[in-house]
């Protein structure tokens, strides 16, 4: 159980959440904070899935709903809500999901390429791998975990994309 | 060690920077007819350290050059070469070769082809003044430290193996024919520490033909002790006479102030030397890297300066560490407006608190001001820029420029090179004729581009106008309509029409010229522009010219606001754009058509505009329960907005939303509030200028 970092490279600690019933995971290291939701600032002009910016130790950074980001059904918002901030190369940004779920650590052989999806026009799933999930009841069911690529979700990209 | 050197190197390629300004400045005046020995004296002065730096960075072909531009300089000051039209004009020739070769040995590319140039300026000393006369040692003795300067004359005084006998009594001919020197060179402990090199040094006296005599090892510790790091040796050096005594203490250049220096006649020790290689040099150990250079007063009289005298104090600070302090200070203003909003209203009237943020405005504004540098270094490329064009054009243009002295924030200037770079091309490329074709409008067959900077509150506004033939409108409308960027029965006003020029993917060069034409476009200088915060405007008169304003923020950091309420939100708006506020009565407020309205207001009607509609925040409010805030734009003149409320006046820190976001037209950015939310700071200018901000909100968030 005890796994730690220090074969790095052979295993990934990630950060999984769920957003509707589809569990995610993100890389730990870009993780910098998860925090209560918290109703942004809303900007103009910026596509419906940025709900705006808030306010990160003085930085003003974009708050996003990941589902609508990624072609879900928008996220409705309950009190487990809450914001994962993550930095994408020099940028952060706050991603909307529905609950935290746990820290799981993976090995990366395990994960396999995200089969070609032609629902988004560029995939931000980097991969797919099956982790071992801790219910309330003893049996250990196992769930699929999409990887998330954080450089395919960069605002800045998408969005100039769109103005080009 | 080597990182050490890298950035000493880098300091060095500022200092050229500062030169290359100084000598064209120098030779510009001079091409306006200006040959006082001042002027020529600091052109030469300019060309002379970027020589000698180039030396000691080892940077031969760039110290070639200088070196044989700066003998020309040399006869030129001394009297013996008349600074005619002819030889600035070729000075100035050599002075873009000296650009291009500092720029290629700052990034390692190709050097510049400089035969040419070269030719002509061994053409200028071979024609006009006797090229090493006994009686002016100067050009003489400075000239060759490295052997390749083919000028026969020289050859004969210079001696690069010091073996030149002295026969000659000293007290007879001491400054004709005066014995060798003897340099005493001893590093400071601490200056291989500091990424000196005193072995460059050496190397650069033994190429002027000095010899190391001896090497006092006294200092030197045992083993047990040594310092690697440190420097306990004191070497002697021989040099031979013909070496003049500027060149070597030229080599000190970038040796550590500390060191110990002596240059003296081989039989006399002479000391005070000593004291002026120390002093010119004050800076360069505590420098970290290549950066800002703060220089407390003026710039431009240590030009006038002789170079032995100790520079105007200043010290280079890295500009990372001063956009710290502004941050710094910015959450300082922050953190006082969240305790003034947590005292009580009878403790904020207390003096501690008014003084506490007196005292935050002035660190403040210090701050800033260190951070303000004259915008003549974004205008100080143009001039070369128009030589350029002006030989790829054929066309003849004059630059007048004026207001360079404005101070601007260091990171405008930096920013504003491309648009400025790219509205000049387009200038000489589109705007100005021909000479013929001047001439056959009647005007003179120079062109003129003006080029000024000017502050206007919270603003610096940037002009750019030719007197060419103007925006030829029928065209433009045409190429727009071909392109599908308008509807061929669109009624578009001139400026209207003008401003299709900055659209994206219109370009109306008829030939794709390689000067302007080359797929970015005046869309790319708008945007540029507006990312700064600020506004891009054309105006254009057929026949006569055309002229573009840029207003940019006087600085990119905080901002004097009125915070104003918009439903649940609240948005900071510019206190130098506000005018006035008025609470409308019923009725003052009129529709003019179903989505304009104006105020009138003693007796003069003003538009108005619903912000909170403009952000897609509904909710019918009547304008008797609103506030119009008439404010003051570049582009519409007075427009009134309307908003709910106003909340109250506060000094906000500016976030650029482009860090973590891109920015997003009609924002100026954001602000954190005292409370920790953010607020919006809206961009006036682009708000008020109605036809596109509403297009541009098209994607606007429910």
Known sequence: ?164 | MSDELDEIQGIFFEECAEGLVIAEEGLSAMAAGDVSADVIAGVFRAVHSIKGGSGAFGHGALQAFSHRFENVLDEVRAGHIPASAEVTRIMLNAFDILSDHVAAAQSGSAFPDDAATLEQLDAILASKGAPAEPGAPAPVAEADEFGFTPVAAMVEDFDPFGFEPVMVALDDLVAAEPAGWTVRFGPSRAAMANGAEPMLVIRELEDMGGRVAAADTSRLPGLRDLDPEEGYLVWTLDLPASVEEQAIRDCFDFVAPDSLIEIGRADVAIAPPVVEAAVSVPVIEETERPALTLVAGNVAPAVEKPKAEAPAQSIRVDLGKLDQLLNLVGELVIRGSILSDRLSPADQERVELPELSRLTRQIQDNVMSLRAQPIRQAFSRVPRMLRDLMGETGKQVQLVTTGETTEVDKGVIEKIGDPLTHMIRNAVDHGIESPEERIAAGKPAEGTIRLSAEQKGARIIVRISDDGRGINRERVRAKAIERGIIAADAQLSDEEIDSLICAPGFSTAETISNISGRGVGMDVVRSNVEALGGRLDIQSVPGEGTTFSMGLPLTLAILDGMIVRLGKQRYVLPLTNVIETVQPAPGQVQATSPTSEVIELRGQYLPVRRVGEMFGLTGERRPEDSLVIIVESEAAGHVGLMVDTIDNRREVVIKSLEDNLHPIRGLGGATVLGDGSIALILDIDALVVATGFKSALKGMAA
């Not at chain 1, 059904?73 to 309950?78: I, Y």
Request: charged fraction near 25%; glycine fraction near 6%.
């Open chain 1, 1 to 164: 159980m005890s796994k730690t970092q220090e074969t790095e490279g052979e295993e990934r600690k990630i950060v999984t959440f769920t957003l509707g019933h589809q569990m995610f995971g993100i890389d730990m290291r870009a993780l910098i904070e998860i925090r209560e939701w918290e109703e942004p600032t809303p900007l103009p002009s910026v596509p419906s899935y940025v709900k705006g910016v808030t306010n990160l130790r003085g930085a003003v950074v974009p708050v996003v709903g990941l589902a609508e980001r990624l072609g879900w059904t928008p996220s409705v918002l309950h009190s487990r809500s809450c914001i994962l901030v993550v930095a994408i190369g020099q940028r952060q940004a706050g991603f909307l999901v529905d609950e935290v779920a746990d820290i799981v650590v993976i090995d990366s052989a395990d994960i396999q390429p995200a089969p070609d999806v032609e629902v988004n026009e560029q995939s931000a799933i980097a991969g797919l791998v099956r982790i071992e999930r801790r219910t309330s009841d003893a049996s250990h069911a196992e769930t699929m975990v999409l990887l998330l690529d954080l450089d395919a979700l960069s605002l800045t990209r998408h969005i100039m994309d769109i103005a080009a």
